[in-house]
C-alpha cells in the first residue's frame, strides 16, 4: 500500500505559478502510474495530467496543455505537477492518485490510492 501527501498549493495571482507535490510512502512509486486530478466546487473531478509507470506522460487536459507539466522524480519518491499562468477557472482541490496497472488512465475510478488534496486558489 502507498501512502500519499500533497504539498505547495495557495493562493496565487492570475498569471503566477504554483508547483505541486505528491510525496509517497510505504511504495516506490516508480511501480505505479500517477495522476493529478483536481475538483472545483459543484463539478466532478477531473484529471489534469498522468504518467504511465515508466515515467512517460500518458495525458494532458486540453485545458492545461502547454501551461501544466508533470513530472517525477524516483530518487524522492515524489510525483510534482508545475502550473504556469494559473487562470480563475485552475481554482480547486487538488489530487494526486496512484494506479497499479501502471497504465496512466484519465479516469479516477482506475486509480487505487488517493492523497488528501490541497487547495489552490487564482485571485487577484
Known amino acids: 500500500q502507498v501512502q500519499l501527501v500533497e504539498s505547495g498549493g495557495g493562493l496565487v495571482q492570475p498569471g503566477g505559478s504554483l508547483r505541486l507535490s505528491c510525496a509517497a510512502s510505504?511504495?516506490?512509486?516508480?511501480?505505479?502510474?500517477m495522476g493529478w486530478f483536481r475538483q472545483a466546487p459543484g463539478k466532478e473531478r477531473e484529471c489534469v495530467a498522468a504518467?504511465?509507470?515508466?515515467?512517460?506522460?500518458?495525458y494532458y487536459a486540453d485545458s492545461v496543455k502547454g501551461q501544466f507539466t508533470i513530472s517525477r522524480d524516483n530518487a524522492k519518491n515524489t510525483v510534482y505537477l508545475q502550473m504556469n499562468s494559473l487562470k480563475p477557472e485552475d481554482t480547486a482541490v487538488y489530487y494526486c492518485?496512484?494506479?497499479?496497472?501502471?497504465?496512466?488512465?484519465?479516469?479516477?475510478?482506475?486509480?487505487?490510492?488517493w492523497g488528501q488534496g490541497t487547495q489552490v486558489t487564482v485571485s487577484s
Open positions: 492518485a496512484a494506479e497499479s496497472l501502471g497504465h496512466g488512465s484519465r479516469w479516477y475510478r482506475d486509480y487505487d490510492y
Open positions: 510505504g511504495r516506490t512509486l516508480s511501480s505505479y502510474a
Open positions: 504518467l504511465g509507470w515508466s515515467g512517460g506522460v500518458t
